[in-house]
């Protein structure tokens, strides 16, 4: 697969450059030169295939040829050593669990697949990959757990010290080995301003070669398309019309979702459910794509003021606003409302949602006022363990601790505590 930067200011490239950039050098996103459709056998037959089939016909296309057949079926088959179960509510709501991996965040699949690419294209370089990455909490985590142990990587995570759950934490500073930590005396934007600015500091790319690990890197995002595969597999001989509700961020997994489409898969309409960072939401309502400073919510991996992969989404609809409307709707949410519905899906369905969930469920729920004979689909993109305070409070009970987050609560946290750019450049230059 050929792939071109949305700025268009670079020369194309392929797979295996893309992920070991992440970034165009004209700092734009990268994106696939064509897609090919799969066949209408592959969804009418897609009952006879495994999960791991279903990933490999899905992503071939864009790996190859940088990675072998063999190769990427050994990849694949490593990454997806989990569940993806959805749970029907009822007649019109379901809701697609991707949080059964190994830091129980949907994020996991991505980081496992880019880490493997890059070790792959790694391997037999002597010049070892450092992957930088900022995170305001489940990213650290996926990135720590996804990269640990492949070699030739080593993996920089900047956190904001106070800023992330014990949990969060945890699952950032207790790896050790290719992982380090860098706890900074600040905030998320902090974190950053730093990796940016450190990717722009020709002193220190032409010593070391930087890479991201967020969801602007092919290599995480592409994946996320199996999840809408796997779900219409379960879903598709009960149902019609499949919706799927998407908790919105950076909108890399609901991006992912319409590249499922885009390969064929029967998918109805996509809703972009977002908390009060709504630039998405309004940019629908107005035609007027307005980025500002996001705010914090309780469902914080959703707060971003400005979204990543929305141009992404904008190149898929060939910038057709009418066509984008047509196969999109956008909702948002409070956190007054998130934690009504929290307790509603708890007391009608006796399910534990989390807070990003709980704000995919309500998306649901306002698209099927006009669409009652949808099934709508809501992505639950984290364990509700992950965010025990918020829970645990609205519903009022206690939730018990997966065994994934059990087996880190008695480790010992090691980080490096940096207050500036200085110290991060001093830390990665020695
Ligand atoms: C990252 C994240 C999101 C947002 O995903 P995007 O791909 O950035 O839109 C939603 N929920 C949780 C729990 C996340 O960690």
Redesign the pocket.
Known sequence: MTYFSLNKQAPDTTFKDAVIKGLAPDKGLYFPKHITALPKSFFENIDDLSYTEIAFEAIRQFVSPDIPEAILKDIIQDTLNFNFPVVELDKNISTLEL?HGPTM???DVGARFMARCLGYFNANNTNEVTVLVATS???GG?VANGFLGVKGVNVVILYPSGKVSDIQEKQLTTLGQNITALEVDGVFDDCQDMVKRAFLDEELTNKMQLTSA??INVAR?LP?LFYFMFAYKQLHNSYDDIVFS???????????GMMAQQLGLPIKHFVASNNANNVVTTYLNTETYKPKPSVQTI?N??D?GN???FIRIQEIYKNDFSKLKENLSSFSFTDDATRLALKEIYETYNYIA?P??AVGYLGCKSYLKNHPDAHCVF?E??HPT?FLDVVEDVIKTTVDLPPQIKAIMHKEKVATSISNYTDLKEFLLK
């Open positions: 949080f965040a949907f994020k909490g489940d990213t996926a967020n969801s995002w996320q998407i908790p919105s961020g950076n909108f890399g997994n609901i991006c992912a469902s991996a959703m971003v979204p990543s992969n989390d990003h969930g992505l993109t984290a992950k």
